[in-house]
Structures are given as structure tokens and as C-alpha cells.
């Protein structure tokens, strides 16, 4: 069993699921889940990503657990696994073909890197 995520991790996560809330649930255009709930996508193993998004249109994705790809997926990295996050999880979503960008906060730095969704080559981008 891992440990879980330290305070400044919850904090991140509650301030980005405030900005989703606000920004996708309140105006319909879909739904927003957080850790833990499981993801089941095609092409990949079950991941727990921290964030995700559901548009409207997709809802039937949400059963029990999510049994396909959501719209938006968000990874908040820590120094004990950004390794694992950066590289088989991007690998493994963009397998899956996530539609859209997925964010990765990096905890240490606060640096976002972002990577669009589809083709298995997606790199991320560094932003300040």
C-alpha cells in the first residue's frame, strides 16, 4: 500500500477541482471526479489518475468505475514518482487516445507541463 498524498498535493488538487467545478460542472459541460476512483481505457492498465473530466455527451463512460477514456486527465506528480507519471502514464493515456490536454503539476517546482492527447509521441511542454 502507498502512503497518502501529502497536504500540499490535497491543496493543489483542491484548487485545480475548484477551477474544473466551477468551469465544467457548473456550466454543463460535464463532470469532474477525483482520486480514488478508477479508470479502465483501452490499450492501457487501470490507472487512478488525481483529476478527470467527463463531458456530458460521454457520461455513460461513469459506471461503478470509469470504463472509458475521459476527456481531460489530470496528474499531480510527486518526487517519489514523477517518473513513473511523466513517462508510463503519458505513454499509456495517449495509447488510450485521451482526447485532450492532460496537465501534470510538478509539486516541487510548480511548474505545469502539458501534453494534447492522441498520438503516442505527445510530448509535454514546459510552462512557467
Known sequence: MSTSPSSFHQWITKRI???LLAQIDDTGIGETFW????????????????????RTDELAIV?????????????ILSPSNSSADTDV????????GAPLWRFTIRKST?????ARGGA????FRRRA
Do not use: N, W
Request: proline share 9%; aromatic share 6%; charged share 25%.
Open 110 to 114: 510548480r511548474a505545469r507541463l502539458c
Open 35 to 54: 482520486a480514488p476512483l478508477g479508470v479502465f481505457m483501452p490499450g492501457c492498465d487501470p490507472v487512478q489518475p488525481d483529476l478527470f473530466v467527463v
Open 63 to 75: 459506471q461503478t468505475r470509469i470504463e472509458g477514456v475521459p476527456s481531460l486527465l489530470v496528474e
Open 89 to 96: 502514464k503519458r505513454h499509456a493515456y495517449a495509447r488510450a
Open 17 to 19: 477541482a475548484r477551477v
Open 120 to 123: 503516442d509521441t505527445a510530448r
